[in-house]
């Protein structure tokens, strides 16, 4: 009976523990992804300037290289060799904008959350905690409502 009531806690902590772990980042590999929106097609891009998130038609300026951070993170870094991340805008407006800064500059960690291989996925900054990727028109922002809108289709 002593045994059976421990099995029992032993089980009851796992699923405690299992439901407080945070939504672990989906399988992206290390490489080069077009980040498309589920809802249009377009593509996921930088820009220039602080409010320079938005999307566009899919073309060799929107590429973008995943890299794994090892902790369940990952930076989402413009494929041209500048190591330029995409990231939270300094500027404070809400909806919080997105941009294209050197990586390490403003919090651009981000958690891919749900299915890989060409489904849709939510892409949330940090852990979630300062909302998902969505689109408002073109602009690029983050909403605290993330849903799985965007392709990673990977590249070569």
Avoid: K
Avoid at 52 to 68: D, K, L, Q
């Amino acid at each position: 009976m002593r045994i059976r009531s421990i099995l029992s806690l032993a089980a009851s902590a796992v699923a405690v523990a299992a439901l407080a772990t945070p939504a672990q980042a989906a399988d992206a590999a290390d490489g080069a992804y077009f980040i498309r929106d589920v809802r249009t097609g377009a593509c996921l891009a930088g820009g220039e300037g602080p409010l320079g998130g938005h999307i566009e038609p899919c073309n060799p300026g929107t590429v973008w290289e995943v890299r794994n951070q090892g902790n369940g993170l990952a930076q989402i870094v413009e494929a041209r060799g500048e190591n330029r991340c995409l990231a939270l805008s300094p500027i404070r407006i809400f909806p919080p904008a997105v941009w294209v800064d050197q990586c390490g500059q403003q919090p651009d960690q981000w958690t891919i959350q749900g299915a890989a291989d060409n489904q849709p996925v939510n892409i949330a900054l940090g852990r979630g905690e300062f909302g998902s990727l969505t689109t408002e028109g073109r602009r690029v922002v983050l909403l605290p409502d993330g849903r799985p809108q965007w392709i990673m289709e990977r590249l070569g």
